[in-house]
């Protein structure tokens, strides 16, 4: 009896596990400053579950012991750790000692260092200045000389990994030198062992971080790439070292090596290796290059050729600070938490089976980045003893909790390393529904809608082609619906537009180029699209307007044209103008005595019925 028993405690049976990701999971996604985070919560705290920060050695430390010991007060830290966890929310902090124009330390001058003052005290310590490097206003520079500050960097870190280690409100932490400590100080010269740390510095610094920073991930800019300033991708121990990566200009026009310089793309190559995400979350801050960029890096149609999703999953982006996107027309709440779900980890159960006294799961790794902290599968107090760290995209793994499963609803991902007011979901073995697309932001106005069938517009009567369409230009999505085709800008291409009545009119571009800020003629001259792709100028009724290509091949989809009437003649017979004045159709061809609809005679516009 005994050995049926055991027989049959082995007898697996699958069970369904209903379960969906419905919010953004923890440690990834788009991120918000804490100031503004604060101001739009009621909005967008559902749609983020990180804040960024910039963070200053010289507020929380207030001296050194003559042992060497450091003396601090970690109160103004903690304060802000306890002001994101608030919002349900987990902190990626960066602490710097340059800001360019910097005015966030109380009572210093613009541009001072965040060096310890004890440190500034020392007769042997000595900043340089520079009243505008780059263009970014007055800066001081940290002493490189000055052994003290040396030793200090590298104690501030081993205490700050002894004290948060196990903080549950902080996620990463991003490390590095010169300006926001991003690995440069372009506008300035180099000097190594005076503004900017030696390169022998440099390795003694991060393999002793490496060595101390074991439980939280710490990432450094790819500009650490570059070896005008680093000694990383030229030395093999360095390259050895577990770390993360970000990048402070994400999808700024020239990013992709496709695009123009690609210096981004080879920083990211170089340093990265293609295979550093594995190990080290890949974050960053979307590009200000242009003041635009944040607004428009959302758009569905993407930005410079380029959209999120695609970006994001190239580069296995776990979360990025997008703060000036709210202020953007696609930067919506239901946006943000639809592209913040498209980064990061994305767990699937596959595979649920119990077998009386324990429970099998099968799982993988839907998202484009794995978990780079722990987190297990649990049910109630009984942990797996399998992290899902470091679960790579499409890896499939195997692991068993020793308790059985009998309420689906008490299987859930419990981690040390989230806020007990956050939860990692996972999809479970049944299938999740189709998600509901975040239709695009269109303005609210009165417009008849001209789109295209080949070259055929479907308001014939005010719109002429010569050109060329296609439907393997991408799409747009006006309202609630979507075209994808287009008429190609080329150098042959002439469009007619005579409408019906006076008013606007919007030309809408888009599709797999980027439209932003792209050059069109109109009756020969020169405008340029806003950064969404899109013109509108002011049309009087009957008057043709002739479209051209600009500078550069873009795709026409849509034309919105006035709806609004104006005092238009109508007639009900040819014979109300004289038949020896000649009649044009609105594409502008000569018609016969004959013609009804829409015509123009004399140069007034009629409708003859």
Known sequence: MLMTVSINAQEWTSIDVDRQITHPQPMTGLVLWPDLAADLHSTYGGSISLEFSYCLPCMVVKGCNQDGSIIYDWTWFDNKLADVASRGHQLVARFRYEYPSGDDIKGAVKGATAVPQYIKDRSDYHETYASNPGGDGPTYYADWSNEELKRFTKQFYTDFAKRYANDKRLAFLEVGFGHWSEYHIYGTNINFGVNFPTKAYQKEFFQHLSSVMTSIPWLI??????????????DNDLMGLTFGLFDDSFMHQKHEIGSGDGYNEECWNAIGEKKRWKTGVCGGEVSYYKSSDQKNFLNPAGMYGHTWEEQSAKYHITFMIANDAPGGTYGTAARFKEATMESGYRIKLTKCEVNGTSTRLTVTNEGIAPLYRDAYFAIGETRCETSLKGLLPGEEKVMEIAANLSNTADLKIVSDFILDTQEIQFQGTTEAPAPTPTPTPEPVDDATICYFSGTHPSTNQVVFVSGNSSTSKGSVTYGDKTYSTCIKMENTTSLNITPTYSGDVTLIFGGSTSPANQTIQ????????????????????????????????????????????????????????????QRYNLSGQPVDANYKGAVIVDGKLQIVQ
């Open 522 to 581: 109109i009756n020969d001259a020169v405008v340029t699209t806003d950064a969404n792709g899109r013109y509108t100028f002011t049309a009087t009724a009957g008057q043709t307007y002739n479209l051209k290509k600009g500078t550069n091949q873009i795709f026409l989809f849509l034309i919105l044209l006035p709806e609004e009437p104006t005092a238009v003649e109508q007639v009900s017979a040819p014979a109300a103008s004289p038949k020896s004045s």
């Open 221 to 234: 800019s790819i500009d650490a790439a570059d070896d005008e300033y680093t000694p990383f991708v030229d």
